[in-house]
């Protein structure tokens, strides 16, 4: 059983930075890839940035520029992937959730593909 928990989430300004984090452990499972989604109640879980094993990140277009994504190395079974969030504004409010799967082609979007998911963090941006 691979268990994410995601950490870091709570109240920031309009214009502030947050960092969220996703420790991932649990018994031995070769996770390939990483990714961070966001929830609000009035639409669906969205991709926000992915990473491959070889480190190459995918941002959506909304967080692009802004928000970066990163991993620690593997070590004993665990890691830990970050979501650094800067210039946030009133649309990045939403629950956060992070996202592993084994090796996989499709996209790093494509949300139906992954396997492992986290309860989610909320983030919240006031004005």
């Known amino acids: 059983q691979v268990v994410l928990t995601e950490s870091g989430g709570g109240l920031v300004q309009s214009g502030g930075s947050l960092r969220l984090s996703c420790l991932v452990s649990?018994?031995?499972?070769?996770?390939?890839?990483m990714a961070w989604f966001r929830q609000t109640p009035w639409l669906e879980r969205e991709f926000v940035a992915g990473?491959?094993?070889?480190?190459?990140?995918?941002?959506?277009d909304s967080v692009e520029g802004r928000f970066s994504i990163s991993r620690d190395s593997v070590q004993n079974a665990e890691r830990t992937v970050y979501l650094q969030m800067n210039s946030v504004n009133s649309e990045d409010t939403a629950e956060y959730f992070c996202?592993?799967?084994?090796?996989?082609?499709?996209?790093?979007?494509?949300?139906?593909?992954?396997?492992?998911w986290g309860r989610g963090t909320q983030v919240t941006v006031s004005s």
């Open positions: 990473m491959r094993s070889d480190g190459s990140p995918t941002y959506s």
């Open positions: 996202a592993a799967r084994p090796r996989d082609e499709r996209p790093l979007n494509a949300r139906a593909s992954y396997r492992y």
């Open positions: 649990g018994r031995y499972v070769k996770i390939v890839d």
